[in-house]
C-alpha cells in the first residue's frame, strides 16, 4: 500500500473525491496541506482575500453544481471567519466541507497560538464534525465527511486537523475506503408507500389545491418531477425564495413566491386552499407568518427528507418522510395507479379565482417620470440583457427580494442566495464559486451598496483568477430593508440605517483593476446592461442609482394570517 | 409531562458535548442526565430526564435522532419501565434525631453508609420521587449535602435498547 503523510492523505482524498476548487486562505497550521497541494495539479486551489469569502465560494460553486464545496482554513481567527460562512450553509442545507487547521495535539486546552476550540465554536452549525486524532483515520474520516455532507438532508461538515496530524515525515498507509459503514447514520432512502398512496388520494378529492415547493426540490434534484406532477394535476404551484427555479418561473401555473413578500396570488391561493402538497419546504416563518392563523382550511401533506421538519411549525396530515426523487416518483406512479383525475369542474372555478387575484396587484410598482430609478426596473432590464438566462447570486436586503421577484427563474440552481441566515455579503463570493463551476456561463450579482461592502476585497480574488461577474449595484444609498421597517414601525426613525459616506465605487472597481459604469437615469440603464453584459471577460460593476424611499411589496401584516398583506405604502387586504 | 429519554450513542469524545448542546441551543431543559460505557465498550448508554408535551417531546427525539452519534433511543416514559436514582445525602443526627433518621432509613430501606457522632450518611436508591420523599421526611433543615446521580432506567419485559 501506498505509503502517506497526514498532509498527502488530505490531498489524495480529496483528489478521489473527484474535488476540482478548494476555497481557502493559507497559515501556520495548514502549511504542511498547502505544501501537499503545491505538489499536485489535480485540485485547484483558489485564494480569495477572506476566509468568510472562502465558504460562501463554496456554498455558490455547491448551489450551482449539487456537488460539495470545499474549503481550507488555518486555525484560530481563519477557522472563527469560516464560521458565518459555514451557519449560512447549515441554515440552507447546503453540502460543504470545511478542513480547518488545529495547533499540534498536544498543546490543545493550553490556549497556543492561535488555537480555537473549533469543535465546540461550529458545533451548533454544523451537521457534523471530526477532530483528527490519529494521521491513519485521515482517509476514513474524508469518506464518512463527504458521505454526511451531500445525503440525507445535506449540511456542512467540518474537519478539525491538528497540525502534527499532518507532518509530512510521519507516513502511514493510505487506501481510499469505497463505502462507508456507520451503524449511527442511515438517512431514509424511501417514501412510506402507503402514505404516498393517501396522498394521491387528498390529491384527487381537493377542490382548492395548490403544491408549495421549496429548496429541498432543488437540491433533491426533484424540479423535473415536480413539474411534471404539476402539469399532470394541472394545479397551481408556489415557490419559496429557495424554490425558485424548481418549477418555471414563466410557467402559467406558477403563481409566484409566497410568504412574507411573495406575490398576491400565492399568499391568496395559499391561505384559500383545501391541500397543500409541501415539497422539500420547512413551512419557515417568512412563510406562514402567525402559525394559529396559517391556512385554516388545508389539509397538510409534507414530503421532507428530514423528519424534524415535519410538524415542527404546522402540524402535517400527511407526513411522508423521504427523498423528494424517489417520493414523487412514486407519487405519479401511484397517480397513474388510481386512474383517477381530479375534480376538474372545482379545478376549473379555482383557477378563475387565482386568475382574479392576480389581476389585483400583478406586482406593480410606480415609476417616477422624472424622479430617480426603481430597483424594480433595474431587475427587469437584468432579466432583459440576459435573456432571463443567467446565475443571479444576491446580497440580502431589498434587493434580494426585488431580484426574487422580477427575475423569472426557470431552472433550476440559477437563483443563489442566503434564505435562511440571510448573510449580507454573501452574494459576491458566491458568484465567484458560480463562475468557477460555469466559465462560459453569464453570472451577475444582485447587490446593495450596504452589503456589497461585506465583502468587496474579493474584487481582487476576481482579478487574480479573471472572473467577469456582473456586479449590479442596486443603490439606494441606504440599508434599505432596515430602513423600509422604520418607515413602517417606527415612525421613519432612521437609526443608522443609511451611509452617508458611499465611496466611488466605480474608482474602486477600477482601482481592483476592472470595469466601472455608474448609471443613474433609467433611459440609460438598457444600453448600460447591454454594454456590461457584452464585456464577456471583464468583470464589470455596475452601480445603479435608485430611489431610496422605494419599499418591497407585497408585505404580510406581521402577526396576521397569510392573505393579510400590505400592497403598496397605502393599500392593505 | 416528565420524560425519561435513554440513548444509546458511540462512546467518543464530543458526543456527550452535541447531546447537551442540543438542549441549550433548542431551549428543551434536561432536569437530570447520567451517562457510561456500555458491556460494549465502544457505546455509551446516556439517560436524561426532561419536561415538554407530546409535541416537544417529539421534536426533541427527532433531533437526537438526527445526530451521528446517536445510535438509538427510548422514551421509556411511554411504556412499562423500571426506573431508578441514586442518593446519597448528609443529615444532622444529633440527640433525638439520631433514632428518627435511622427509623426513617430502614422505612425508606435505605443505609447508612458512614457515621460520626453529629452525621449520618446515607445511600438510598429509588424512582427519584422517592428519594423525594426521603428529604421531605427527614425534613430540609436536617439536610447538610445531597448528591443524585441523576436517573436511569430500562424497559420492562424483554424489550431491550440495544443494536
Ligand atoms: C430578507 C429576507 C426575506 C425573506 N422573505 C421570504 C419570503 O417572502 N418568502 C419565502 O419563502 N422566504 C423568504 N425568506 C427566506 C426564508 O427565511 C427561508 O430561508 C425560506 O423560506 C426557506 O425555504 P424552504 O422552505 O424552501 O426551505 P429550505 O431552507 O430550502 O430547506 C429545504 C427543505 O427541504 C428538505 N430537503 C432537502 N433535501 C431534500 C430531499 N432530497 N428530499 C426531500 N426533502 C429535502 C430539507 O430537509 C428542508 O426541510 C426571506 C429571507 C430573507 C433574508
Ligand atoms: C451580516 C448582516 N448584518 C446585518 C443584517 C441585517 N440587514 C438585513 S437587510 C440589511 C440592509 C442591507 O442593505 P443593502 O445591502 O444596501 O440592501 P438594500 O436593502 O438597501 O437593498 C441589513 C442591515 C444582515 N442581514 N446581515
Ligand atoms: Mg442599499
Known amino acids: 500500500m501506498e505509503m502517506l503523510s497526514g498532509a498527502e492523505m488530505v490531498v489524495r482524498a480529496l483528489q478521489d473525491e473527484g474535488v476540482e476548487y478548494i476555497f481557502g486562505y493559507p497559515g501556520g497550521s495548514v502549511l504542511h496541506i498547502y505544501d501537499a497541494l503545491f505538489q499536485q495539479d489535480k485540485v485547484s486551489h483558489i485564494l480569495v482575500r477572506h476566509e468568510q469569502a472562502a465558504t460562501h465560494a463554496a456554498d455558490g460553486y455547491a448551489r450551482a453544481t449539487g456537488k460539495p464545496g470545499v474549503v481550507m482554513v488555518t486555525s484560530g481567527p481563519g477557522a472563527t471567519n469560516a464560521i458565518t460562512g459555514l451557519a449560512t450553509a447549515f441554515m440552507d442545507s447546503i453540502p460543504m466541507i470545511v478542513l480547518s487547521g488545529q495547533v499540534r495535539s498536544d498543546w490543545i486546552g493550553d490556549d497556543a497560538f492561535q488555537e480555537t476550540d473549533m469543535i465546540g465554536v461550529s458545533r451548533p452549525v454544523v451537521k457534523h464534525s471530526f477532530m483528527v486524532r490519529d494521521a491513519k483515520d485521515i482517509p476514513e474520516i474524508m469518506k464518512k465527511a463527504f458521505y454526511i455532507a451531500t445525503t440525507g438532508r445535506p449540511g456542512p461538515v467540518l474537519i478539525d486537523i491538528p497540525k502534527d496530524q499532518t507532518a509530512p515525515n510521519v507516513k502511514n498507509p493510505y487506501e481510499y475506503p469505497k463505502k462507508v459503514k456507520m451503524r449511527s447514520y442511515a438517512p431514509v432512502s424511501r417514501g412510506h408507500s402507503g402514505q404516498i398512496r393517501k396522498a394521491v388520494e387528498e390529491l384527487m378529492k381537493a377542490k382548492r389545491p395548490v403544491i408549495y415547493a421549496g429548496g429541498g426540490v432543488i437540491q433533491g434534484e426533484g424540479s423535473e418531477l415536480l413539474t411534471k406532477l404539476a402539469h399532470r394535476l394541472n394545479f397551481p404551484v408556489t415557490n419559496t425564495l429557495m424554490g425558485l427555479g424548481c418549477f418555471p418561473g414563466t410557467d402559467p401555473q406558477n403563481v409566484g413566491m409566497l410568504g412574507m413578500h411573495g406575490t398576491y396570488e400565492a399568499n391568496m391561493t395559499m391561505h384559500s386552499s383545501d391541500v397543500i402538497l409541501a415539497v422539500g419546504a420547512r413551512l419557515d416563518d417568512r412563510v406562514t407568518n402567525n402559525v394559529k392563523k396559517f391556512c385554516p382550511g388545508a389539509k397538510i401533506i409534507h414530503i421532507d427528507i428530514d423528519p424534524a421538519t415535519i410538524s415542527k411549525n404546522i402540524m402535517a396530515h400527511i407526513p411522508i418522510v423521504g427523498p423528494v426523487h424517489q417520493v414523487l416518483e412514486e407519487m405519479l406512479s401511484a397517480l397513474d395507479e388510481h386512474g383517477g383525475e381530479p375534480d376538474q369542474k372545482a379545478l376549473e372555478r379555482w383557477w378563475e379565482e387565482i386568475e382574479g387575484w392576480r389581476k389585483v396587484h400583478g406586482m406593480r410598482y410606480e415609476t417616477n417620470e422624472n424622479g430617480p430609478m426603481k430597483p424594480q426596473q433595474v431587475v427587469e432590464a437584468l432579466y432583459k440583457a440576459t435573456g432571463g438566462d443567467a446565475y443571479v447570486t444576491s446580497d440580502v436586503g431589498q434587493h434580494q427580494m426585488f431580484a426574487a421577484q422580477y427575475y423569472k427563474y426557470d431552472k433550476p440552481r440559477r437563483w443563489i442566495n442566503s434564505g435562511g441566515l440571510g448573510t449580507m455579503g454573501f452574494g459576491l463570493p458566491a458568484a465567484m464559486g458560480v463562475q468557477f463551476a460555469f466559465p462560459d456561463a453569464t453570472v451577475a450579482c444582485v447587490t446593495g451598496e450596504g452589503s456589497i461592502q461585506m465583502n468587496i476585497q474579493e474584487l481582487s480574488t476576481c482579478l487574480q483568477y479573471g472572473l467577469p461577474v456582473k456586479i449590479i449595484n442596486i443603490n439606494n444609498q441606504a440599508l434599505g430593508m432596515v430602513r423600509q421597517w422604520q418607515d413602517m414601525q417606527y415612525g421613519g426613525r432612521h437609526s443608522q440605517s443609511y451611509m452617508e459616506s458611499l465611496p466611488d465605487f466605480v474608482a474602486l472597481a477600477e482601482a481592483y483593476g476592472h470595469v466601472g459604469m455608474k448609471v443613474t437615469k433609467f433611459e440609460d440603464l438598457e444600453g448600460a446592461m447591454n454594454e456590461a453584459f457584452a464585456l464577456k471577460d471583464r468583470l464589470v460593476f455596475m452601480d445603479i442609482y435608485v430611489d431610496p424611499t422605494e419599499h418591497v411589496y407585497p408585505m404580510q401584516i406581521a402577526d396576521g394570517s397569510m392573505r393579510d398583506m400590505w400592497l403598496s405604502k397605502t393599500e392593505r387586504t | ?163
Do not use: W
Not at chain 2, 15 to 35: D, H
Not at chain 2, 43 to 62: A, C, P, W, Y
Not at chain 2, 84 to 96: F, N, S, Y
Open chain 2, 1 to 163: 409531562m416528565r420524560r425519561i429519554i435513554s440513548i444509546l450513542m458511540e462512546n467518543e469524545p464530543g458526543a456527550l458535548s452535541r447531546v447537551i448542546g442540543l438542549f441549550s441551543q433548542r431551549g428543551y431543559n434536561i432536569e437530570s442526565l447520567s451517562v457510561a460505557p456500555t458491556e460494549d465498550s465502544t457505546l455509551s448508554r446516556l439517560t436524561l430526564t426532561t419536561f415538554g408535551n407530546d409535541l416537544k417531546i417529539e421534536q426533541i427525539t427527532k433531533h437526537l435522532n438526527k445526530l451521528i452519534e446517536v445510535v438509538k433511543l427510548v422514551d421509556l416514559t411511554e411504556g412499562a419501565h423500571i426506573e431508578r436514582e441514586l442518593m446519597l445525602i448528609k443529615v444532622k443526627a444529633t440527640g433525638a434525631q439520631r433514632a428518627e433518621v435511622k427509623r426513617s432509613v430502614d422505612i425508606f430501606r435505605g443505609q447508612i453508609v458512614d457515621v460520626t457522632s453529629t452525621v449520618y450518611t446515607i445511600q438510598l436508591t429509588g424512582a427519584s420521587d422517592k428519594l423525594d420523599a426521603f428529604i421531605g421526611a427527614i425534613g430540609e433543615t436536617q439536610v447538610l449535602e445531597v448528591v443524585r446521580s441523576g436517573v436511569s432506567g430500562i424497559s420492562r419485559g424483554e424489550k431491550v435498547l440495544s443494536l
